[in-house]
């Protein structure tokens, strides 16, 4: 899993209104031909300053999407409303057959794209039951005529967030026929840069080739915040002892810490877990985590997988899966489970398109309703200046999303800055914490994840920089949406802001996620520690499903509704650290791998290292200007759940 890092992108000095965007792409271009029109927004950002290094065989079959744009105004309308406490229509959703006949491309349009990508040369032509997409396949030497493109090989770099891969891509932007033109959001399915995954691994690991420093004392990782000491460390905040880095919280601290009760587990309702393939035996894994973590058992008439593929690529969400299903379960143990698997073997669109397919599938539903009322995304398609038609086709749905009453939650990042889609004003961004759990399950402290480090060098500490950070700040992109004026400070930006709701997220004061050990003859379960905003989703999308067990309609998109709640009991502030909070609450102690930023156990090589919080400031590299507050923050947003006074105002709402 990569960590998902970025710095802001500046698009331009105008900020556009929430709702569909439209814009050159400002890239040298063909000129269309008569009667084609050039789709704005569609060139991929790294063909702009990398050379190619070749062309793609024209005998290679891709498979592509065209994604039709829905009557936008109108949904965007309907879908604040639904959304909104106090308006008439809150909370009386649509169906996906009625929101495909209201809001849905018409069927003539399908018919027209399923028409010229067959005179194309184009086969396997599919639409989508919800008309959000046609989906096709041909050979690069069809794709490349269809659209006016040339799919050339780039080197990869770590600004495509894939420097071990092979790029491909359209060297500019695609052409479609005017009369379609109009009709398409987007087209995917031309490139293959590598996906963002946040998420972060800080628990034992093999070791890493490198030379290694063994000064310093020896101390284990501990089990609750503060119960092992490293002590005889060069001072820092007037103190020489710093607690060790916490072990992973079991499931019992988590539920402790925000409150959970045995009454609201979810029970009747259904979470979705978004994912890039199926895990082998996660059931499996899952009834392991659940003895290991004193859980009640779960039942296999409560879990369900959907895969969107044939499941032969490996799975990318390997780890991410086991994290989403376990800490959502910590949450909701008593709610249904649906595991998506979007098509490993799909890498098209920056390795999204797979993600998109499986959001599209929880909205597309069965039987008259949607597979899930809460989905918990754990990926992000890329910076702001990701390709606009690429921004502009999860807009799309996730307007759809909220008008059938499906809360998507999106991680907002594991360092510094903004990320789509969780800067869309219609995805609920979850940020991320760092939390002290004691040892009878109090809250200790509980502040932004904004994590630096520092190494013993020479026998004092040296501060190296960010070692990891909730996403979130300030959008360039997207206007304030109407649910945050008011609320935000003006000191943080006047436009669309980052996270909407946090939870515990720093790889320090992690989550123990089970795991299954597959190479022997027979698995072996085991749990590591692991954090990042990929655990933060699921806990609170599983938060919501709890608090929606026993209710007449499912909250949805419930940030207009919990901006309502901004400043009550309903939220834990997250509040900063200071020079008069205590010295053992603002960093931990951790053995790491030279040149890898993984805690190590006490008989490794290593170098032992001070980890402190809330420790983002002008100083640090790609500083976004990020800042835990009373209040509201774009580091946790409105705060973190307190479970019954969260789950109670909720309801009260409707």
Same mark, same amino acid.
């Given at each position: 899993?990569?960590?998902?890092?970025?710095?802001?992108?500046?698009?331009?000095?105008?900020?556009?209104?929430?709702?569909?965007?439209?814009?050159?792409?400002?890239?040298?271009? #063909? &000129?269309? @031909?008569?009667?084609?029109?050039?789709?704005? %927004? *569609? /060139?991929?950002?790294?063909? =702009?300053?990398? +050379?190619?290094?070749?062309?793609?065989?024209?005998?290679?079959?891709?498979?592509?999407?065209?994604?039709?744009?829905?009557?936008?105004?109108?949904?965007?309308?309907?879908?604040?409303?639904?959304?909104?406490?106090?308006?008439?229509?809150?909370?009386?959703?649509?169906?996906?057959?009625?929101?495909?006949?209201?809001?849905?491309?018409?069927?003539?349009?399908?018919?027209?794209?399923?028409?010229?990508?067959?005179?194309?040369?184009?086969?396997?032509?599919?639409?989508?039951?919800?008309?959000?997409?046609?989906?096709?396949?041909?050979?690069?030497?069809?794709?490349? #005529? &269809?659209? @006016?493109?040339?799919?050339?090989?780039?080197? %990869? *770099? /770590?600004?495509?967030?894939? =420097?071990?891969? +092979?790029?491909?891509?359209?060297?500019?932007?695609?052409?479609?026929?005017?009369?379609?033109?109009?009709?398409?959001?987007?087209?995917?399915?031309?490139?293959?840069?590598?996906?963002?995954?946040?998420?972060?691994?800080?628990?034992?690991?093999?070791?890493?080739?490198?030379?290694?420093?063994?000064?310093?004392?020896?101390?284990?990782?501990?089990?609750?915040?503060?119960?092992?000491?490293?002590?005889?460390?060069?001072?820092?905040?007037?103190?020489?002892?710093?607690?060790?880095?916490?072990?992973?919280?079991?499931?019992?601290?988590?539920?402790?810490?925000?409150? #959970?009760?045995?009454?609201?587990?979810?029970?009747?309702?259904?979470?979705?877990?978004?994912?890039?393939?199926?895990?082998?035996?996660?059931?499996?894994?899952?009834?392991?985590?659940?003895?290991?973590?004193?859980?009640?058992?779960?039942?296999?008439?409560?879990?369900?997988?959907?895969?969107?593929?044939?499941?032969?690529?490996?799975?990318?969400?390997?780890?991410?899966?086991?994290?989403?299903?376990?800490?959502?379960?910590?949450?909701?143990?008593?709610?249904?489970?649906?595991?998506?698997?979007?098509?490993?073997?799909?890498?098209?669109?920056?390795?999204?398109?797979?993600?998109?397919?499986?959001?599209?599938?929880?909205?597309?539903?069965?039987?008259?309703?949607?597979?899930?009322?809460? #989905?918990?995304?754990?990926?992000?398609?890329?910076?702001?200046?990701?390709?606009?038609?690429?921004?502009?086709?999860?807009?799309?749905?996730?307007?759809?999303?909220?008008?059938?009453?499906?809360?998507?939650?999106?991680?907002?990042?594991?360092?510094?800055?903004?990320?789509?889609?969780?800067?869309?004003?219609?995805?609920?961004?979850?940020?991320?914490?760092?939390?002290?759990?004691?040892?009878?399950?109090?809250?200790?402290?509980?502040?932004?994840?904004?994590?630096?480090?520092?190494?013993?060098?020479?026998?004092?500490?040296?501060?190296?920089?960010?070692?990891?950070?909730?996403?979130?700040?300030?959008?360039?992109?997207?206007?304030?949406?109407?649910?945050?004026?008011?609320?935000?400070?003006?000191?943080?930006?006047?436009?669309?802001?980052?996270?909407?709701?946090?939870?515990?997220?720093?790889?320090?004061?992690?989550?123990?996620?089970?795991?299954?050990?597959?190479?022997?003859?027979?698995?072996?379960?085991?749990?590591?520690?692991?954090?990042?905003?990929?655990?933060?989703?699921?806990?609170?999308?599983?938060?919501?499903?709890?608090?929606?067990?026993?209710?007449?309609?499912?909250?949805?998109?419930?940030?207009?509704?919990?901006?309502?709640?901004?400043?009550?009991?309903?939220?834990?502030?997250?509040?900063?650290?200071?020079?008069?909070?205590?010295?053992?609450?603002?960093?931990?102690?951790?053995?790491?791998?030279?040149?890898?930023?993984?805690?190590?156990?006490?008989?490794?090589?290593?170098?032992?290292?001070?980890?402190?919080?809330?420790?983002?400031?002008?100083?640090?590299?790609?500083?976004?200007?990020?800042?835990?507050?009373?209040?509201?923050?774009?580091?946790?947003?409105?705060?973190?759940?307190?479970?019954?006074?969260?789950?109670?105002?909720?309801?009260?709402?409707?």
């Amino acid at each position: 899993m990569s960590r998902a890092r970025m710095l802001v992108a500046v698009l331009g000095a105008a900020v556009v209104t929430a709702g569909m965007t439209a814009g050159a792409s400002g890239l040298a271009q #063909a &000129a269309p @031909r008569p009667a084609e029109k050039i789709l704005a %927004g *569609s /060139a991929v950002p790294f063909t =702009s300053h990398a +050379r190619p290094t070749g062309e793609v065989p024209g005998s290679l079959r891709l498979t592509i999407q065209l994604w039709l744009k829905p009557g936008m105004a109108a949904a965007q309308r309907f879908a604040a409303a639904v959304s909104t406490p106090g308006t008439s229509l809150f909370r009386h959703y649509l169906s996906p057959a009625a929101y495909t006949a209201r809001f849905g491309a018409s069927a003539a349009t399908v018919r027209q794209a399923e028409a010229w990508l067959r005179a194309a040369g184009f086969t396997g032509i599919t639409a989508d039951s919800g008309r959000a997409y046609v989906r096709a396949t041909a050979p690069v030497s069809k794709i490349d #005529a &269809a659209f @006016r493109v040339q799919l050339r090989t780039y080197p %990869g *770099s /770590a600004g495509a967030h894939a =420097s071990s891969v +092979r790029l491909h891509a359209n060297n500019r932007p695609v052409s479609l026929p005017a009369s379609l033109a109009g009709h398409v959001l987007a087209v995917t399915g031309l490139d293959n840069a590598a996906p963002i995954f946040p998420a972060e691994v800080a628990g034992p690991a093999s070791a890493i080739r490198g030379s290694t420093r063994t000064d310093g004392p020896k101390v284990p990782c501990s089990h609750y915040y503060g119960q092992e000491m490293a002590t005889g460390l060069p001072q820092q905040f007037g103190v020489t002892s710093f607690p060790t880095f916490v072990c992973g919280y079991s499931a019992l601290q988590m539920r402790s810490a925000y409150h #959970a009760n045995w009454v609201n587990t979810g029970k009747g309702q259904t979470i979705a877990l978004v994912e890039q393939g199926l895990t082998k035996d996660m059931f499996l894994t899952l009834q392991d985590y659940a003895r290991a973590n004193h859980m009640p058992a779960p039942s296999p008439h409560r879990y369900a997988e959907l895969s969107l593929g044939k499941n032969t690529c490996g799975d990318p969400f390997n780890i991410e899966e086991q994290l989403d299903v376990e800490s959502s379960y910590d949450m909701a143990p008593g709610a249904n489970q649906l595991v998506v698997g979007g098509d490993s073997c799909d890498r098209a669109e920056e390795g999204n398109q797979a993600e998109y397919d499986a959001d599209i599938a929880v909205l597309d539903g069965a039987g008259g309703h949607p597979l899930a009322t809460a #989905a918990s995304n754990s990926w992000e398609s890329g910076t702001e200046s990701q390709p606009l038609s690429q921004t502009n086709l999860v807009h799309a749905y996730l307007v759809r999303a909220a008008a059938e009453g499906v809360g998507m939650y999106f991680s907002a990042g594991d360092g510094s800055g903004v990320l789509e889609p969780s800067i869309d004003p219609n995805a609920i961004a979850v940020g991320g914490t760092t939390l002290g759990i004691g040892k009878t399950g109090a809250r200790l402290f509980e502040t932004g994840w904004s994590t630096g480090i520092s190494q013993l060098k020479n026998g004092a500490w040296a501060f190296q920089g960010e070692d990891g950070a909730g996403g979130g700040g300030p959008s360039v992109h997207w206007a304030q949406p109407a649910y945050q004026k008011g609320v935000v400070p003006k000191s943080l930006g006047t436009t669309r802001s980052a996270p909407d709701i946090a939870a515990d997220a720093d790889p320090f004061t992690g989550i123990n996620v089970g795991m299954l050990n597959l190479s022997g003859k027979k698995p072996v379960f085991f749990q590591e520690s692991i954090g990042g905003t990929s655990e933060s989703s699921p806990l609170v999308a599983g938060m919501v499903i709890a608090a929606q067990q026993g209710q007449r309609a499912p909250f949805g998109f419930i940030d207009p509704a919990i901006y309502k709640l901004h400043g009550t009991s309903a939220f834990f502030d997250t509040l900063p650290l200071t020079s008069k909070s205590p010295a053992l609450d603002r960093g931990v102690e951790c053995d790491l791998l030279e040149f890898a930023n993984i805690c190590l156990g006490p008989t490794k090589k290593r170098i032992p290292s001070l980890t402190t919080f809330d420790d983002q400031n002008p100083k640090m590299k790609g500083y976004t200007g990020q800042v835990t507050l009373p209040g509201y923050d774009n580091m946790t947003g409105l705060g973190v759940p307190d479970m019954p006074n969260f789950i109670k105002a909720l309801r009260s709402l409707s």
